[in-house]
């Protein structure tokens, strides 16, 4: 029996953009759920610290480096948490995040290839330059010839909706 081929399309602007939308409510449930219990612990002991009346300037230092420290960590995960969800999906053997899943679309090499670890991080951290430069290369998803934002251009992938 033949295998079945399933016809595939470059997925435009509209369809990326609300895959992450998906993946941005996605990761942030996730860092919620991870970090409010830090950040609660933070903001318990700066409420206790400073309604005890004995704020000292030690005190106010060591509050001040408690919130410097969790921001740190906030910012921390946030990058290493949406690095290792686009690269650890994209690379997978559903070629996708749950965004683009749940909308049909894939990534691949050029060739239609499944993409490794390494070029994924490569994409995802091409992303910074997309949207550095007033988000013009994703932008030109909606524009080039194989829906391909700068990012995708630069990594020598493709996005399809299949």
């Known amino acids: 029996m033949d295998e079945v081929q399933v016809e595939k399309k470059y997925a435009g602007f509209w369809w990326r ?5 998906i993946d941005g409510l996605i990761l942030g449930v996730v860092k919620w759920i991870v970090l409010t219990p830090i950040l609660a612990v933070v903001g ?14 030690t005190a106010a230092m060591g509050m001040a480096g408690a919130f410097v420290g969790a921001m740190m960590i906030t910012w921390l995960f946030t990058a290493i948490a949406g690095w290792l969800y686009f690269s650890l999906m994209e690379s997978s053997k559903f070629q996708a995040t749950i965004g683009k899943l749940a909308l049909g679309i894939i ?9 490794s670890f390494g070029r994924a991080t490569g994409r995802y951290f091409g992303k910074i ?22 990012h995708d251009i630069l990594a020598g992938t493709l996005v399809w909706k299949k």
Do not use: C, H, P, W
């Not at 953009?17 to 939308?21: D, P, R, S």
């Not at 318990?44 to 300037?57: L, V």
């Not at 997309?130 to 010839?145: D, H, Q, R």
């Open 17 to 21: 953009f609300l895959a992450i939308i």
């Open 107 to 115: 990534v691949t090499d050029m060739d239609g290839n499944r993409i």
């Open 44 to 57: 318990i002991g700066a409420y206790k610290a400073a309604s005890s009346g004995d704020m000292n300037e």
């Open 129 to 150: 330059i997309s949207g550095i430069i007033l988000l013009i290369g994703y932008i030109m998803a909606g524009f080039t010839e194989k829906k391909q934002a700068l």
